[in-house]
């Protein structure tokens, strides 16, 4: 089974493609898309769909995973990020893949097995688990930790 898992950001969204074969994990892709800053935000939703749309093309997932948004002080940037993850589901629809949502503690329990885990203990551990010396830039890790954290939740065991 092929996992895509998806950290959204309104800047970078951070993406990993993983293969579960048994018990054994492989990275296939991942990465960290980079939006635009400069331009509107209505203008960067398209460049991010576009982008994942080619990602989905390229790696043929069979499932999705995306981090659910969580509570943020700050009304207007929980808006936006809402935003781009809606972007981001609507691409997993489009080619009909079904969906994990996870929130953050969760991710990180799977992982590290705490809650509140650093962003440094993330990029180590997913270093350990698929075996690579790779340094992982954060969205990256965190993309691939959801990743992971989907196989293991789901029926990614049995072989399709």
Avoid at 24 to 42: C, H, Q, W, Y
Avoid at 67 to 92: C, D, P, T, Y
Wanted: net charge positive; aromatic share 4%.
């Amino acid at each position: 089974m092929i996992v895509l898992g998806i950290d959204p950001g309104t800047r970078k969204t951070g993406y990993g493609v993983i293969r579960k074969d048994g018990s054994r994990l492989t990275r296939i892709d991942s990465g960290v898309l980079m939006l635009n800053a400069k331009v509107p935000f209505e203008e960067r939703l398209p460049a991010l769909f576009e982008q994942l749309n080619q990602i989905i093309v390229t790696n043929g997932p069979d499932e999705g995973a995306v981090e659910s948004i969580f509570f943020s002080k700050n009304a207007n940037s929980a808006l936006k990020l809402g935003h781009a993850r809606g972007v981001i589901l609507l691409a997993l629809q489009q080619h009909r893949l079904p969906i994990g949502s996870y929130p953050p503690a969760q991710v990180k329990r799977s992982i590290v097995g705490g809650g509140r885990a650093s962003k440094e203990q993330i990029q180590l551990v997913i270093g350990a688990i698929l075996k690579t010396k790779h340094p992982f830039k954060e969205d990256e890790a965190d993309a691939l930790a959801i990743a992971i954290c989907h196989a293991n939740a789901t029926r990614a065991a049995i072989p399709r």
